[in-house]
């Protein structure tokens, strides 16, 4: 057994609401109001933000406005925007609108791959060829989320030995970056764990990062597990927005809020201002017209203090223990 790895001190935190959230919402967010919900999200510290995604209106009709919100938002140094592309034609346009990346989406599984993308793992790859080819010189940083990581709705497991040989493809391909996405929340910790362990080993020099759904209330845990085997990069989204739309059951992501708080807590730097994050996840429910899911912003940090109740009776014992 290889020695275990030291967990950082400092890891990077992902913002994804303005795509991943805001794709599966039943309201559309005007444009100029996602413009200043990006642009407050750049000045809590975040240092990655995937503003949007260059798809078909008709696939996602809340994304429509793509070029308009990333040549509006204000553009901070330090703060990469990335959007997320299907094809050529959308990571031309992508280029045109000067993204500092590009995120390319595939399934581990055929399944979920052609009810969400209509190609089967293999398709995929040819596609991101080609992509890469259209990106060549750019100096654009390319991403893929490798969908169904842990376990697919339609098939179940997803083997390890499969996951291994599609980052290895793509890898070889000459993509930069490679996420290990939790599509439907179906991870665990230990399976989290051997699997960063892992890719790690067999990759070290290539920039992983880890995206949970909290379907089952585990993102936390599962984030942790893989902080623990050597993971620095997490994506989340603010308030715990977000879903796939074609992978049934499926529910927000890990909240970002509450990621950053986990990790502050434990003394592991996120770059992040909590405080200054916790008050834009506070506009969410007016922005989206729902509440939403994050703990955090509700309850107040773990070091919030109450005034000790006026009148105490120490001789009693409490009736909630």
Known sequence: MSPPTPCSAKVEINEVAPRDGLQIEARYVPTEEKI????????????????????????????????????????????????????????????????????LVMSASNSHGLANLRMTPEQSLEQFAAILEATQGSGVFINASLSTTFGCPFEGDVSQTRVLELVEKLIALGIQGITLCDTTGMANPAQVNLLCEAVLERWPATSFTLHFHNTRGMGLANALAAWQAGITRFDSALGGLGGCPFAPGATGNVCTE????????????????????????ATLPDLIGHDVPGQVVKAGKSTRRYPVPAKIDTASPSVTE
């Open 258 to 281: 509450d990621l950053v708080h986990m990790f502050e807590a434990m003394g592991v730097d996120t770059g992040v201002d909590l405080d200054a994050l916790l008050e834009v996840a």
């Open 36 to 103: 200043r919900w990006i642009d407050a999200l750049s000045t809590t510290g975040l240092r990655r933000i995937e503003a949007t995604s260059f798809t078909s209106p008709k696939a996602i009709p809340n994304l429509r406005d793509a070029a308009d919100v990333v040549t509006g938002i204000q553009r901070r140094e330090g703060v990469d925007i990335t959007v997320l592309v299907p094809n050529v034609k959308g990571a031309e346009r992508a280029l045109a609108c000067q993204v500092d990346e590009i995120n």
